[in-house]
């Protein structure tokens, strides 16, 4: 293996492994009742928001194939076959991610809440939500984004013209004593 491949390898192996970590004291930290659980359930699937990773491991086994087609192009077909049967095995695992979701939701809704969500989302307004929520929070931050754009030059711009007019009060300060002498 050549020296960037193992690199590259070894981030793409810290990710993951930093990744699984991260979660593993948000799951030991509480233990929820069944019936918490099931309505951190429900009202995520009421809401659809656990759409969103349905890509995660089909774009993890896209960069784990280029990573090693990069390395190894004569054996495209191999590492292609491999590496959809290991996506295979490990969508198996889809569940893992699936319960953290619905710890993280109980963790901030009870259990009344989380029914209260359910009932929204399953309404035609919270279906309404729930399927322009990803085009909203888009737009929301491509505005947001815009703004903090426009904001920031003319910051720059206020700030500019500020400091040189003091720059220059104190070059005119400094030159007005010595020309009254």
């Not at 293996?1 to 810290?14: D, E, Q, V, W």
């Not at 009742?33 to 995660?56: G, K, L, Q, W």
């Not at 815009?146 to 220059?168: C, F, H, N, P, Y």
């Amino acid at each position: 293996m050549n020296r960037t491949f193992t690199t590259s390898l070894k981030r793409l192996a810290a990710v993951m492994v930093f990744s699984a970590a991260a979660t593993l004291p948000l799951a030991a930290q509480e233990n929820f009742t069944d019936e918490h659980i099931a309505a951190a359930r429900e009202a995520v699937s009421a809401s659809n928001a656990i759409r969103p990773f349905d890509d995660v491991l089909p774009l993890m086994a896209d960069r784990t194939r280029t990573l090693f087609i990069q390395n190894d192009p004569a054996n495209t077909g191999m590492i292609d076959e491999v590496v959809n049967e290991v996506a295979l095995e490990l969508a198996s695992r889809r569940p893992e991610l699936n319960r953290v979701v619905y710890e993280v939701w109980a963790r901030r809704f009870t259990v009344e809440e989380l029914k209260q969500l359910a009932d929204f989302y399953r309404s035609d307004l919270g279906q309404k939500y729930a399927r322009v929520e990803p085009e909203l929070r888009a737009l929301s931050i491509g505005a947001a984004k815009q703004w903090g754009d426009a904001i920031s030059t003319e910051m720059v711009t206020l700030v500019r013209e500020e400091l040189t007019k003091r720059l220059e009060a104190a070059k005119d300060g400094e030159q007005q004593p010595a020309a009254n002498q």
